[in-house]
């Protein structure tokens, strides 16, 4: 199993002390989702174009070690925005809304967790440089996976990577490959 860069839980929870170390950095609360909606209902292009912002690391969080050029900057965007016109805003509101709200922290625990029998392998790929999480949001997962037990081998592991955002197999998809395949091999 694979987890990307995403968190079990994006909205704030402040009974579990679910905050922005592991929310979703911005899309974490209903005003913020209706704010997102709104746009979509007006502005589609403002709010894809702050998505494709969101989700690119050298666009979110730039580094003068980028090598990116400004031609692959306009075809990556040009590219992302393509592809988010194809749907329909208001059901990717929708989609948002759900994916957004939704809190996956007993399922993946009670499904992959020590308690589950599972011998499901997890691997948890975060970005240092992600726009939409802190590293510690993604990373949970092997937390809920290996749990508080004592194992000779933990089933479950993960890495913050510096080298891309949300987006990290976009942005280098050999690094991201290798990455991959390397756990497999394990």
Known sequence: MLFVDQSPLQDLDPITAWDTRFS?????????????????ATTQQVAYLGTIHSC??????????????????????????KEAEKGDPQWFGKLMA????LDWRDSIRANFGPESGSKTKVFVVASQRSGC???????SIVGLVNGDVEEVEKRAKGVAVDWGGHWCYWEDPEK???????FLKE
Request: proline share 8%.
């Open 98 to 101: 759900d994916h957004t709200a």
């Open 133 to 139: 999480f802190a590293a510690e949001g993604p990373l």
């Open 24 to 40: 979703n950095l911005s899309m974490n609360n209903p005003t913020a989702l209706a704010n997102l909606r709104s746009t979509l």
């Open 176 to 182: 991201f490959n290798e990455l991959c395949l390397d």
């Open 56 to 81: 690119l690391g050298y666009l979110s969080h730039p580094l003068p070690t980028d090598t990116i050029t400004p031609e692959q900057k306009a075809t990556d965007a040009a590219f992302f925005l």
